[in-house]
């Protein structure tokens, strides 16, 4: 088992920048991939960045490159997402997964272990 935790979100204006954290414990960090995946109200969960196990290759979400960064340190067995130029469309509550699978996959059925979610609200 894992266990994930998130922690960071909030209310914010558009243009603002947070950072969330995604805390595991349990089995080893390092042996799994990890992604963030949002879900706005009325949505689909979508995945949103994707990172492998030591951190070298990431995916990301078109609606989000270029403004949010992945990242993950395996002695903290912590990862992150640091979301900067916050738009009203980043609505969402986040979630962070971990995935045993090989690579980054890019849907929510190939990762085992979910946390809680965290709430993002951009305001205009």
């Known amino acids: 088992q894992v266990q994930l935790v998130e922690s960071g979100g909030g209310l914010v204006q558009a243009g603002d920048s947070l950072t969330l954290s995604c805390a595991a414990s349990?089995?080893?960090?390092?042996?799994?991939?990890m992604a963030w995946f949002s879900q706005g109200p009325g949505k689909a969960r979508e995945i949103v960045a994707g990172?492998?196990?030591?951190?070298?290759?990431?995916y990301y979400n078109d609606s989000v490159r270029g403004r949010f960064t992945i990242s993950r340190d395996n002695a903290k067995n912590t990862a992150y997402l640091r979301m900067n130029n916050l738009k009203p469309e980043d609505t969402a509550v986040y979630f962070c997964?971990?995935?045993?699978?090989?690579?980054?996959?890019?849907?929510?059925?190939?990762?085992?272990?979910w946390g809680q979610g965290t709430q993002v609200t951009v305001s205009s």
């Open positions: 997964a971990a995935s045993s699978q090989i690579g980054i996959r890019t849907h929510a059925p190939f990762y085992e272990y």
């Open positions: 349990g089995r080893t960090f390092s042996n799994y991939a």
């Open positions: 990172i492998n196990t030591d951190g070298r290759a990431t």
